[in-house]
C-alpha cells in the first residue's frame, strides 16, 4: 500500500546495539583513545595506517550495497492493490501503521454515489473520535425499485488507529475517548429508483440561531432530479425530540427537463448561495436550473449541446460565476459560458480516445483541471494553454501539465484536496483509491527511489484498497480525512501521508 522504507538486517541491528569499542590487549584496564563509533575513520595502533569503516567497521560502500541489495529484496514482494493478483484462499489486510483512522460501514443496499456536508463544528479539525455528516443514494437489486432510499447519516465515534503508548499514559480518559466505537445513525427517505449521483447544497442561515438549509439533488435512473430538504433530518440526529413528518420526506421538487433519458452529470454552483444547478444526460444534453422564492424553481428549456456523446461528469467553475466544464464519453473536455446566446461551448479540447469519466476543477488554483478516463489515464490540464475552438472541429491539442497511467481499470472518481492544490485522490474500477503529491518532482533522484517496484510514479503517496469503488470525496473540514463508496461499502480513512 503505501511505500515504506527497507527494515535494517539483523547483522546490522546487532552491530549498532553492540557499539563495542576495542581496548589495548597489553592492559586490559586501559581503554585506548579513539574517534567517535559514528565517524568514518579511526586510527590503528600503527600511526601509519588509516581504516575506513562505517558504524560497523565495513567501508560505508560495502555496508551501503549490502542494504540496497536487502531493501530490493524486500520491496519487490510489496503487494500492490490493482497491480498484483491474490492467491485462492488469500485476503487483503491493511498496514495500520500506515493510517491515523481507518473506518468501514455497510448499508442495505450498494450505494454509487454520496456527499459529504459541512457541519458546525468547526473547520481544522485534528481532534478524535471524530463526526461526519453525508448524504447517499441507494442501488438497489433487480426488480426492488422500491427499496432504494436516500440515506441521510451521521458517523460518529470516529476513532484513531490504536498505537503503542507509554504505560503511564494508557489510562489517560482522552485516550478511552479516541478509542470510542463508531456509531452510524441514518434517516431514510424513500426514492422511486436507482440514484445515479447525488449533491448537496448548503444554504446560508438566515441567523446565528438557525442552522443553514440543506438540500439535495438526487438524479434517479428515470431521468428525473429530485429536490429534497433535509435540514429536519440532520437536526434530528443532534436535537432531542425532533421527529421527522412524512411530508418532510417528500421532494419539494421534481425537475422533469431530461424527460424519461438517463443522467449522471450534477453538480450544484459554489457562487450562487440560493441554488443553481447543472445537469447532463446521455443524449449529451445539459440544462441549468435555478431556485426561486418560496423553494420554486426554472428550468432554460434550452439545453446546452455539443457533446456527440453523454456528459459523464458537470463541474462549475470554483472562481467564475457563468462558466463551468463537461466531460464526455465523446473523448472531450468542454468548457462553456452560460451568458451564451449559441449555448455552444467556448473551449472544446479532445483528451482521450476513450470515455472522459470524472473532471475536479481545482477549487485552490482555477486555471488547474484533473481528469480521469475510461482506459485509467488521469491527467492534469492548465486551462491557460487552452485556446477557443471553432465550431467545426476539436482544434486545439495542449499537452497535459501531468498524466499518469497507473490505474489498470477505467477511473470512476476524482477530487482536488480542498486545501492543497498539489493533491489528489483518484478511484478506479481496479479496487483502489490512491493518493498523489504532484509537487513531487519528477528529476528528484530521491523520490525515484522505488526499491525495485517498477512503475509506480514517484508521485504516488497512498493505495487504499476498496472494492469497487465508485466515488470518493475530501472532508472539507477535516484534514487529509476521505470517504469513499464502493460495492462493499462506504469507507472512511486518514492516512499518515496527507
Given at each position: 500500500?503505501?511505500?515504506?522504507?527497507?527494515?535494517?538486517?539483523?547483522k546490522d541491528?546487532?552491530?549498532?546495539?553492540?557499539?563495542g569499542?576495542?581496548?589495548?590487549?597489553?592492559n586490559?584496564?586501559?581503554?585506548g583513545?579513539?574517534?567517535?563509533e559514528?565517524?568514518?575513520?579511526?586510527?590503528?595502533e600503527?600511526?601509519?595506517?588509516i581504516?575506513?569503516?562505517?558504524?560497523d567497521?565495513?567501508?560505508d560502500e560495502?555496508?551501503?550495497?549490502?542494504?540496497q541489495?536487502?531493501?530490493?529484496e524486500?520491496?519487490q514482494?510489496?503487494f500492490?492493490?490493482?497491480r498484483n493478483?491474490l492467491?485462492?484462499?488469500?485476503?487483503l489486510s491493511p498496514?495500520?501503521?500506515?493510517?491515523e483512522?481507518l473506518?468501514?460501514?455497510?448499508?442495505?443496499?450498494?450505494?454509487?454515489?454520496?456527499?459529504?456536508?459541512r457541519?458546525?463544528l468547526?473547520d481544522?479539525?485534528?481532534?478524535?473520535?471524530?463526526?461526519?455528516?453525508?448524504?447517499?443514494?441507494t442501488?438497489?437489486?433487480?426488480?426492488r425499485?422500491k427499496?432504494?432510499?436516500?440515506?441521510?447519516?451521521?458517523?460518529?465515534?470516529?476513532?484513531?488507529?490504536?498505537r503503542?503508548r507509554?504505560?503511564?499514559?494508557?489510562?489517560?480518559?482522552?485516550?478511552?475517548?479516541?478509542?470510542?466505537?463508531p456509531?452510524?445513525?441514518s434517516?431514510?427517505i424513500?426514492?422511486?429508483?436507482t440514484?445515479?449521483?447525488?449533491?448537496?447544497?448548503?444554504?446560508?442561515?438566515?441567523?446565528?440561531?438557525?442552522?443553514?438549509?440543506?438540500l439535495?439533488?438526487?438524479?434517479?435512473d428515470?431521468?428525473?432530479?429530485?429536490i429534497?430538504?433535509?435540514?429536519?433530518h440532520?437536526?434530528?440526529?443532534?436535537?432531542?425530540?425532533?421527529t421527522?413528518?412524512?411530508?418532510?420526506?417528500?421532494?419539494?421538487?421534481?425537475?422533469?427537463?431530461?424527460?424519461?433519458?438517463?443522467?449522471?452529470a450534477?453538480d450544484?454552483s459554489?457562487n450562487?448561495?440560493?441554488?443553481?444547478?447543472?445537469?447532463?444526460?446521455?443524449?449529451?444534453?445539459?440544462?441549468v436550473?435555478?431556485?426561486?422564492e418560496?423553494?420554486?424553481?426554472?428550468?432554460?428549456t434550452?439545453?446546452?449541446?455539443g457533446?456527440?456523446?453523454?456528459?459523464e461528469?458537470l463541474?462549475?467553475?470554483?472562481?467564475?460565476?457563468?462558466?463551468?466544464?463537461?466531460?464526455?464519453?465523446?473523448?472531450?473536455v468542454?468548457?462553456?459560458?452560460?451568458?451564451?446566446?449559441?449555448?455552444?461551448?467556448?473551449?472544446?479540447?479532445?483528451?482521450?480516445?476513450?470515455?472522459?469519466?470524472?473532471?475536479?476543477?481545482?477549487?485552490q488554483?482555477?486555471?488547474?483541471?484533473?481528469?480521469?478516463?475510461?482506459?485509467?489515464?488521469?491527467?492534469v490540464?492548465?486551462?491557460?494553454?487552452?485556446?477557443?475552438?471553432?465550431?467545426?472541429?476539436n482544434?486545439?491539442?495542449?499537452n497535459?501539465?501531468?498524466?499518469?497511467?497507473?490505474?489498470q481499470?477505467?477511473?470512476?472518481?476524482?477530487?482536488?484536496?480542498?486545501?492543497?492544490?498539489s493533491?489528489?485522490a483518484?478511484?478506479?474500477?481496479?479496487?483502489?483509491?490512491?493518493?498523489w503529491?504532484?509537487?513531487?518532482?519528477l528529476d528528484?533522484?530521491?523520490?525515484k527511489?522505488?526499491?525495485?517496484?517498477?512503475?509506480?510514479?514517484?508521485?504516488?503517496?497512498f493505495?487504499?484498497?476498496?472494492e469497487?469503488?465508485?466515488?470518493?470525496?475530501?472532508h472539507?473540514?477535516?484534514?487529509?480525512c476521505?470517504?469513499g463508496?464502493g460495492?462493499?461499502?462506504f469507507?472512511v480513512?486518514?492516512?499518515?501521508?496527507?
Open positions: 500500500m503505501s511505500k515504506r522504507a527497507a527494515e535494517p538486517s539483523e541491528l546487532n552491530a549498532l546495539k553492540s557499539g569499542r576495542p581496548q589495548k590487549a597489553e586490559g584496564d586501559v581503554v583513545e579513539f574517534e567517535d559514528f565517524e568514518d575513520e579511526f586510527e590503528s600503527d600511526e601509519d595506517e581504516f575506513e569503516a562505517g558504524v567497521g565495513r567501508p560495502e555496508r551501503e550495497a549490502e542494504e541489495k536487502d531493501a530490493m524486500l520491496d514482494q510489496t500492490i492493490p490493482g493478483k492467491a485462492p484462499g488469500e485476503i498496514d495500520p501503521s500506515t493510517y483512522m473506518h468501514s460501514l455497510t448499508t442495505s443496499w450498494p450505494c454509487l454515489s454520496f456527499d459529504i456536508l457541519d458546525n468547526g481544522n479539525r485534528r481532534s478524535y473520535p471524530a463526526t461526519l455528516y453525508a448524504v447517499a443514494g442501488q438497489a437489486g433487480s426488480g425499485a427499496e432504494n432510499e436516500l440515506m441521510v447519516m451521521k458517523l460518529s465515534g470516529l476513532s484513531r488507529m490504536e503503542e507509554d504505560e503511564e499514559e494508557s489510562d489517560d480518559e482522552d485516550d478511552e475517548e479516541e478509542n470510542a466505537d456509531i452510524l445513525e434517516k431514510a424513500p426514492l422511486p429508483s440514484t445515479n449521483r447525488i449533491r448537496a447544497h448548503q444554504l446560508p442561515p438566515p441567523n446565528s440561531a438557525r442552522p443553514a438549509t440543506t439535495t439533488a438526487t438524479m434517479v428515470n431521468g428525473q432530479v429530485l429534497h430538504d433535509v435540514t429536519s440532520l437536526s434530528s440526529f443532534d436535537t432531542p425530540g425532533t421527522v413528518t412524512v411530508s418532510q420526506s417528500k421532494p419539494i421538487s421534481t425537475l422533469r427537463m431530461h424527460k424519461s433519458t438517463e443522467g449522471y450534477l450544484w459554489p450562487v448561495p440560493q441554488g443553481k444547478l447543472l445537469t447532463g444526460d446521455n443524449d449529451g444534453n445539459i440544462f436550473s435555478t431556485r426561486t418560496g423553494d420554486g424553481w426554472t428550468t432554460d434550452r439545453p446546452f449541446t457533446h456527440e456523446s453523454s456528459v461528469e463541474q462549475w467553475s470554483p472562481s467564475e460565476r457563468n462558466v463551468f466544464g463537461s466531460a464526455s464519453s465523446d473523448g472531450t468542454k468548457i462553456w459560458d452560460t451568458r451564451s446566446k449559441s449555448h455552444k461551448p467556448a473551449l472544446s479540447v479532445k483528451i482521450s480516445n476513450t470515455d472522459v469519466n470524472v473532471m475536479s476543477w481545482s477549487h488554483t482555477s486555471h488547474l483541471l484533473a481528469t480521469g478516463a475510461d482506459d485509467g489515464q488521469w491527467a490540464w492548465d486551462l491557460r494553454q487552452w485556446k477557443p475552438s471553432n465550431n467545426t472541429s482544434s486545439t491539442t495542449p497535459p501539465v501531468a498524466k499518469f497511467d497507473f490505474h481499470e477505467q477511473i470512476t472518481s476524482i477530487e482536488w484536496h480542498p486545501t492543497d492544490d493533491i489528489v483518484v478511484a478506479a474500477g481496479d479496487n483502489t483509491l490512491t493518493l503529491d504532484l509537487a513531487v518532482e528528484d533522484e530521491e523520490s527511489a522505488t526499491a525495485g517496484v517498477h512503475d509506480v510514479p514517484p508521485q504516488l503517496l493505495v487504499h484498497y476498496m469497487m469503488v465508485k466515488e470518493c470525496h475530501w472539507p473540514q477535516i484534514p487529509g476521505l470517504m463508496t460495492g462493499g461499502g469507507g480513512f486518514k492516512t499518515i501521508s496527507v
